[in-house]
């Protein structure tokens, strides 16, 4: 009898615990994302430009450092804004910066999901920590996305304000609101002054989406006009730099029908790479809401939807891989793909609302009773696939973070101890943390010794291997 009394609680117990964490399992997965990579950015290092910024900070002050750049590098005007606050002085805030990225991204997702829907908050926290794990287990390069200040400030901070600009869009497509239209044109004013590649996308998009509602309305929407206007303003700001000649100049001659060619074989082959996860996910996570009922706030612009509204997505895509050929010759940088992949995750969950609006069939197909086991089924294949989370743990589990923060610090003592030398060796990282680490120093002509030469006052930096 007490056995069996014994044995009942054991088995009670057991089965409150598996359904707390089969109910709460976005929410503790997200929660051990967040920390795991909170922890991993105690060990960040500035990396390649970063020390060149520090350089120009601390020569011409804050606010002619960002002049020589607009004058004679680029014209991002609010990323190095935000990138030359950062001084010798500084590097708590270096590693202080990819954990409040990191909240910053999960709000602008909530922000989205909380336009889209009108469900109730749980469901809510629910949806947005699958999206929230899904980018970030997918992204393309964790590394650069994170970790890396110059990186991560232009292209991931760009992806928080478009997200919170998604969000205002999504609002005034189905009401008038001052306040959104205000937060619309600030959002879109800081997301196209961060870098080329959100400034193509946004811009191109806004306008697409503008000129389709009026074919089919015969009348413009002022709001998204004014947000339009003011994302011009941030892009003429970006495009007419004159830096942006002079970086111009450095590259090769341009080639249209290369550049044309290889743009469009480049949307094919992310498109391709990209769209079956995206489509799954983004299924299993908005019938989260679909499956109760709840119907999306996009009925708006979705209930006359045509496969020709599909350029909105595709012309801005394209264009922005076409740009890459054009300037640079070749595909865009890794860490403006981060970009690239957010838009397709918007533009994948935009099109499968439109779908299961328009068709009775895939809504009922999303209300299924093993729907959610499917999702966290989903998640779980792409974090051992993707190899950002397992990374991750491989990286802290190895002792890889703590090898890297003792080899810098190594580093920083032998410049302490050669303070007459005009060369000074390093020896060469053999434990990198493959999370964190963007690049190493190679030989003394490399952009990287360059730069950390600059910045600790010596003519060359040199790897002894």
């Not at 050669?418 to 190493?440: A, C, E, G, M």
Request: net charge positive; charged share 15%.
């Amino acid at each position: 009898m007490y056995f069996s009394r014994k044995k009942n609680i054991i088995n009670s117990t057991l089965k409150r615990s598996f359904n707390f964490l089969n109910d709460k399992f976005a929410i503790l997965f997200t929660l051990f994302t967040i920390l795991l990579f909170s922890f991993i950015s105690l060990f960040n290092f500035p990396s390649a430009d970063d020390f060149d910024i520090i350089v120009l900070v601390n020569k011409l002050g804050y606010k002619d450092a960002q002049l020589s750049y607009y004058q004679n590098w680029t014209g991002r005007f609010i990323s190095t804004a935000i990138l030359f606050l950062m001084s010798k002085e500084n590097f708590v805030a270096y590693r202080s910066f990819p954990i409040a990225l990191l909240f910053l991204l999960f709000l602008s997702f909530y922000c989205v999901v909380k336009s889209l829907f009108k469900s109730d908050i749980k469901t809510q926290i629910n949806v947005t920590c699958y999206l929230f794990l899904f980018f970030l287990l997918t992204l393309p390069t964790i590394s650069e996305g994170l970790y890396w200040w110059s990186g991560a400030i232009t292209y991931q901070l760009a992806n928080i304000f478009t997200l919170f600009l998604a969000s205002c869009l999504v609002t005034l497509l189905k009401k008038r609101s001052l306040t959104h239209t205000l937060m619309g044109c600030l959002f879109g004013f800081l997301a196209v002054g961060c870098n080329e590649t959100s400034l193509i996308l946004i811009v191109s998009s806004l306008s697409l989406l503008i000129l389709l509602k009026y074919f089919s309305e015969y009348k413009f929407n002022k709001q998204l006009l004014a947000i339009l206007f003011c994302c011009f303003v941030s892009g003429a700001i970006v495009y007419f730099a004159p830096g942006n000649n002079t970086r111009a100049s450095t590259g090769q001659n341009h080639n249209f029908i290369f550049s044309l060619l290889m743009g469009m074989a480049d949307t094919s082959r992310l498109t391709f790479r990209w769209i079956g996860p995206i489509i799954l996910v983004s299924t299993l996570i908005l019938s989260e809401t679909l499956k109760k009922n709840d119907r999306p706030l996009l009925i708006y612009l979705t209930e006359k939807f045509r496969l020709y509204k599909l350029s909105i997505f595709i012309i801005p895509l394209f264009l922005s891989l076409f740009v890459g050929f054009w300037f640079l010759q070749a595909p865009i940088p890794t860490r403006a793909t981060n970009t690239v992949f957010l838009y397709l995750i918007l533009a994948t969950a935009f099109i499968i609302i439109a779908l299961a609006i328009k068709s009775k069939n895939v809504v009922y197909l999303l209300k299924t009773r093993h729907i959610d086991i499917a999702l966290k089924i989903v998640l779980i294949s792409i974090l051992f696939n993707q190899k950002n989370m397992v990374n991750a743990i491989d990286d802290v589990a190895r002792l890889r973070v703590f090898e890297y923060k003792t080899a810098w610090e190594e580093r920083t003592q032998i410049v302490k101890e050669s303070k007459n030398q005009q060369i000074i060796q390093f020896s060469p990282l053999k434990k990198v943390p493959k999370s964190l680490f963007v690049n190493d120093f190679q030989d003394k002509y490399y952009p990287y010794n360059i730069c950390y030469a600059r910045y600790i006052g010596v003519e060359a930096i040199e790897v002894c291997y």
